[in-house]
């Protein structure tokens, strides 16, 4: 089995991992377990199928991936206790299944559309959108709404893999049957940089620039705004 095979395989393991540790925290049952490590764990490439076209998507052709995600429910379930601090976890195991994805998107997406924008925004689908799903489904706050790092090492992750497979289609002939390699160090390059910024963003608290101006109203203040003016209007 090729070595790519098995870090997809652990890709989705480490992201059902985080799938129930959530699941854990919130102290439901196993079933519970079960589908939000699924859901977690192969929800961003399920998404990126419907978008692509490829269908049936990844897990109905490999069924595997849900033996996968099961299996991870269930080692979860009986061990998560043992874990001092299970949001730590997820945050870590999330970050290395965000590195994995980015890379794995990018690469299924050039390969279906021969777009490297495309490529981009379906490694950053495929890296996110689980943990997305884990977070809203779990009543976590969302990887999107925390401060710190994320989208963002996804992006990098994937462009560096665009990027690099570029460079090595370049050089391909010169390369000769080295040529796969060119393509293995991209990937690596793109999930070090990855998992190199969303690793920074956990352990030294990076954060991206944030909107500066004043913030959004509340709906409370909207109306109390209407009906100001409404009297300003009437003189009343």
Same mark, same amino acid.
């Given at each position: 089995?090729?070595?790519?095979?098995?870090?997809?395989?652990?890709?989705?393991?480490?992201?059902?991992?985080?799938?129930?540790? =959530?699941?854990?925290? /919130?102290?439901?049952?196993?079933?519970?377990?079960?589908?939000?490590?699924?859901?977690?764990?192969?929800?961003?490439?399920?998404? $990126?199928? %419907?978008?692509?076209?490829?269908?049936?998507?990844?897990?109905?052709?490999?069924?595997?991936?849900?033996?996968?995600?099961?299996?991870?429910?269930?080692?979860?379930?009986?061990?998560?206790?043992?874990?001092?601090?299970?949001?730590?976890?997820?945050?870590?195991?999330?970050?290395?299944?965000?590195?994995?994805?980015?890379? /794995?998107? %990018?690469?299924?997406?050039?390969?279906?559309?021969?777009?490297?924008?495309?490529?981009?925004?379906?490694?950053?689908?495929?890296?996110?959108?689980?943990?997305?799903? $884990?977070?809203?489904?779990?009543?976590?706050?969302?990887?999107? @709404?925390? $401060?710190?790092?994320?989208?963002?090492?996804?992006?990098?992750?994937? =462009?560096?893999?665009?990027?690099?497979?570029?460079?090595?289609?370049?050089?391909?002939?010169?390369?000769?049957?080295?040529?796969?390699?060119?393509?293995?160090?991209?990937?690596?390059?793109?999930?070090?940089?990855?998992?190199?910024? $969303?690793?920074? =963003?956990?352990?030294?608290?990076? /954060? @991206?620039?944030?909107?500066?101006?004043?913030?959004?109203?509340?709906?409370?203040?909207?109306?109390?705004?209407?009906?100001?003016?409404?009297?300003? /209007?009437?003189?009343?």
């Amino acid at each position: 089995m090729e070595i790519l095979s098995w870090v997809d395989y652990a890709g989705v393991a480490v992201f059902a991992a985080t799938g129930a540790l =959530a699941a854990s925290r /919130k102290q439901l049952d196993f079933i519970a377990f079960v589908f939000l490590a699924a859901t977690t764990g192969i929800g961003g490439g399920t998404l $990126r199928d %419907a978008i692509l076209g490829l269908t049936p998507v990844f897990w109905v052709q490999q069924e595997i991936y849900l033996y996968i995600c099961v299996v991870v429910a269930a080692v979860v379930f009986f061990t998560a206790h043992r874990f001092e601090s299970r949001y730590r976890l997820l945050l870590w195991l999330d970050a290395i299944g965000m590195a994995i994805f980015c890379v /794995k998107g %990018a690469q299924i997406g050039l390969a279906a559309t021969g777009s490297p924008t495309a490529a981009v925004v379906t490694g950053i689908l495929s890296s996110t959108f689980g943990g997305v799903l $884990r977070d809203i489904l779990s009543g976590e706050q969302s990887v999107l @709404m925390r $401060r710190e790092i994320y989208v963002t090492a996804a992006l990098f992750g994937s =462009a560096v893999w665009v990027l690099g497979d570029y460079i090595g289609s370049l050089f391909g002939e010169r390369l000769g049957q080295y040529q796969h390699l060119s393509q293995e160090i991209a990937s690596v390059a793109g999930f070090a940089v990855a998992l190199f910024i $969303r690793g920074g =963003a956990l352990y030294w608290d990076w /954060k @991206m620039p944030n909107y500066k101006n004043a913030p959004g109203r509340t709906i409370e203040e909207v109306e109390a705004l209407i009906e100001r003016r409404r009297q300003e /209007k009437t003189g009343g």
